[in-house]
């Protein structure tokens, strides 16, 4: 997600007109952002299934709701008692930093240090993927004004995918296989509406914001994982930033253009807690299983935590391997 993403600034940055030739040349250009964003919700909407164990799902919701709550409570205090921006940090680039976990980390640090009903709580938490949470959420909150029919067309296409991906295994496995071929492109158009200069003033803070997500979520998630029958291990995997998070910015300023002048510094320095956290998170999850006792799952945990540091392009991996997007 973030090499494409950066290859699309400087090419927005340096040769803006480059690619807007017409055609199907332009549509790999800002104006295609919408479009691979829609196929992008689609995919994620076939992966999520409704068969898993009630516990599981128990689990899994109490985490993700962990990680959005407190999500949207300092949103809020950034907001309402902050006047909006904090260190430079907006309250889009806070509520969109925190609120989405790294997919791709989750399962590979799972398959080494957790087991099977760990992994299983990412069927819920995949929820978080995309925008319609955020925007949900801001438009509850009187964060934002959103149209319904935005907020319809936003869960339209993952609800879709969730309806295809449960009446056939085949075509929710198919469509989860080939996610990771709609991410670069995503990321590439969606690179081509940032100009490149805005990484001066707005990427020092991402790095801050990406160690307040590793502590805050990774603490409350933590929590939640225990308090519902867990080691405490799932929590501490889903204290990292999706990579795939770059894009919700300039998704909720489309739906509503009053973020339309911040978003472009939100996301990069959403884009910058997202490395932040690849790099951190798999320290936090072996140090909390060595911690839990689960120092006999550690043995790939060091291998784990190289790979997870290479940030998720927005895939399940079957293995404790991530495709690097860094």
Known sequence: MVVPLFIGMCLNTFAPNLLKIGGFTQALTGTGYPTFLGMYLFTVGAKIS??????ILARGFGIMAAKVGVATICALIVARGLGGSVLGLSTLAVMVAMSDTNGGMFMALMSVLGDKDDAGTYVVQSIETGPFLTMAIFVGTGLAVIPWLTMVSVI?????????????????????RHEPLVIPFMAF?????????????????G?????FVLIVTGTVCIVADV?????GIAGAA?????GNSAAVPQAIALADPAYAAIAPAATVQVAASVIVTAMLTPLLATWWCK???GAGRVGGAGG?????????????PSTGKVTSAV
């Open 156 to 176: 339209a296409p993952i609800f879709a995918g969730a309806l295809l991906g449960n009446l056939d295994d085949e075509w929710r496995q198919f469509f989860a």
């Open 189 to 205: 158009t969606l690179g081509q509406t940032l100009d490149l200069r805005s990484v001066v003033t707005a990427g020092a803070p």
């Open 291 to 293: 911690r839990a006792g």
């Open 50 to 55: 409704v068969r898993a164990a009630p516990r």
């Open 304 to 316: 784990a935590g190289k790979a997870g540091g290479a940030e998720e392009a927005g895939g399940q």
């Open 238 to 242: 889903a204290s990292s930033t999706a």
């Open 227 to 231: 308090l519902l029958g867990g080691t």
């Open 207 to 211: 790095i801050v914001l990406g160690v």
